[in-house]
């Protein structure tokens, strides 16, 4: 059976695909494997926060939302995958 996702999981996983390149919410919504409310939360927060930045282009006649990772989010992802490498070399090592 698979484990549930923790919200910490969720948001980095949410800021990776930002980081990859999808900037819609609908997409970013499928590439992390959530529902639409979850998904409008997550975002939210991570506005909130810094690690993610909103962009509304007015042009059209409907109004478009558009994210793109921040320097802080950038961070924040650069510092659990140096977490998560580690914590791989230390299971290396105390299996070993």
């Known amino acids: 059976m698979p484990r ?3 919200k910490l999981d969720i948001m980095l ?4 695909v930002v980081r990859g ?3 819609k919410p609908t997409r970013i919504m499928y590439a992390a494997n959530l529902s639409w409310r979850p998904t409008q939360r997550i975002l939210r927060s991570l506005v909130q926060r810094g690690l ?3 962009i509304e282009d007015t042009e059209s006649r409907r ?3 558009r994210y793109e990772i921040t320097e802080k989010g950038m961070r924040v992802l650069k510092y659990f995958d140096k977490a998560r490498d580690l914590l791989a070399i230390e299971e290396i090592l105390s299996f070993g």
């Not at 996983?13 to 990776?16: A, E, K, Q």
């Open 4 to 6: 549930r996702r923790s």
């Open 13 to 16: 996983n949410v800021l990776s």
């Open 21 to 23: 390149g999808v900037d």
């Open 52 to 54: 993610l930045r909103e």
């Open 63 to 65: 109004t478009k939302r």
